[in-house]
């Protein structure tokens, strides 16, 4: 039987580990942000399910099967995310021996997460909103059955699984694991986890997937005391799967010299991290230890979008990030999969992030309010 519930999960930024986060078992670091996607499951009568997103203007209905927990609902694309998350979430409950009935989900998203521009038309944030719904949406149906999702193993797994599923693709899953645990080193488990779970799995199968060992690495780390961020949104948009497909292209026709590439990128990222993790035991070198291996990763990024044909760091951006440094910015870079959809940057005091607040509104950016925290979903 299944109770009302409430999740809600961060948004998140990706300071390093672009690209080179998908090769095992490359560092990464990811901040989660407060901004939240919020999944409110009510149990109803009867075997109705119904999924709404009232900021899309777009709801679902239909129905599920008790014995399986399968669902039949017919959603439009911005729904499948919020129909994998849901179904795989009350698959697992039954495979583990839970009663499922209907349900409702609801799920609202803080401002932070879209914005308007002109014309009317709705430009994602690049905070992650994705990831952020498919991990409140397992979290509630959990939490719904009585499973206890705060120790975030079986929330993480069924989250990277139901995103794979929708999606058609396993990611290196860095904003799944940001959504679930918060602020953290990461390092991605291997693709051939969750590839090996056949289309038509069974509930025992799934249940087993989340019983057994993933090699993904999760360490909690917060920034260093003192780091003040800022960002913001470009009014474009880049297209993640596109860019990821076009530096695989590049990996394919160029191994040796992609693999060479992302090695030294992932040295830099592991020197930026050791740095980081040493200016927080007050270590006076590290801070420069920091800047010089981030800016030197930053720059092997936008030579890797160079040679894949794709603009992870077009020349303007470039220009907007060294004036930006001159502008309060300590570091600064395009975050995720870079392109023209958000730049993110760090300051180390607040006078510093007041002067590069008005740099960037000179130059039209639009300037998002978030702040790093450490949890994840709550």
Avoid at 87 to 100: F, L, M, P, S
Avoid at 175 to 201: H, M, N, Q
Avoid at 229 to 244: P, Q, R, Y
Avoid at 258 to 280: Q, R
Wanted: charged content about 25%.
């Amino acid at each position: 039987m299944l109770t009302n519930a409430s999740v809600k999960a961060p948004g998140k930024i990706l300071w390093i580990g672009g690209y080179s986060v998908l090769e095992r078992p490359n560092i990464s670091y990811v901040t989660a942000v407060d901004a939240y996607v919020t999944a409110k499951l009510e149990a109803v009568d009867g075997n109705n399910v119904e999924f709404n997103a009232p900021q899309l203007g777009m709801s679902s209905k239909g129905t599920l099967d008790p014995k399986t927990g399968h669902i039949h609902i017919n959603v439009p694309k911005e729904l499948e995310l919020l129909k994998a998350a849901a179904e795989i979430a009350v698959r697992y409950a039954v495979g583990t021996g839970k009663e499922a009935q209907g349900f409702k989900v609801t799920t609202s998203s803080d401002s932070a997460f879209a914005y308007s521009i002109a014309g009317g038309r709705i430009v994602k944030s690049g905070l992650g909103s994705s990831a952020a719904v498919t991990v409140a949406t397992v979290g509630s149906v959990l939490q719904a059955a009585g499973i206890s999702h705060h120790t975030h193993e079986a929330l993480h797994k069924l989250a990277q699984t139901a995103h794979s599923i929708a999606t058609g693709k396993v990611g290196s899953g860095f904003d799944i694991a940001a959504a679930s645990f918060g602020s953290i080193l990461y390092k991605r488990y291997s693709p051939e986890i969750v590839k090996g779970l056949p289309p038509d799995f069974t509930n025992q199968q799934l249940v087993d997937l989340v019983s057994r060992r993933w090699d993904y690495e999760v360490e909690k780390f917060q920034m260093p005391k003192g780091f003040k961020i800022l960002f913001a949104n470009f009014g474009e948009s880049m297209i993640t799967t596109k860019a990821v497909g076009s530096v695989s292209d590049f990996k394919k026709n160029d191994p040796h010299i992609y693999f060479d590439l992302i090695k030294e990128l992932n040295e830099d990222n592991n020197k930026a991290v050791k740095a980081l993790k040493a200016a927080k035991e007050g270590k006076a070198a590290a801070m420069e230890e920091f800047r010089a291996a981030f800016d030197h990763g930053r720059s092997l990024t936008k030579k890797l979008g160079i040679f894949s044909n794709v603009g992870i760091e077009p020349d303007d951006c470039t220009e907007l990030i060294e004036e930006s440094k001159k502008n309060g910015a300590f570091v600064a870079k395009l975050p995720g999969a870079g392109g023209k959809d958000a730049i993110a940057a760090i300051s180390l005091d607040t006078a510093s992030r007041a002067s590069l607040r008005k740099f960037w509104k000179s130059r039209k950016l639009n300037i998002l309010k978030v702040k790093p925290v450490s949890d994840g979903a709550l």
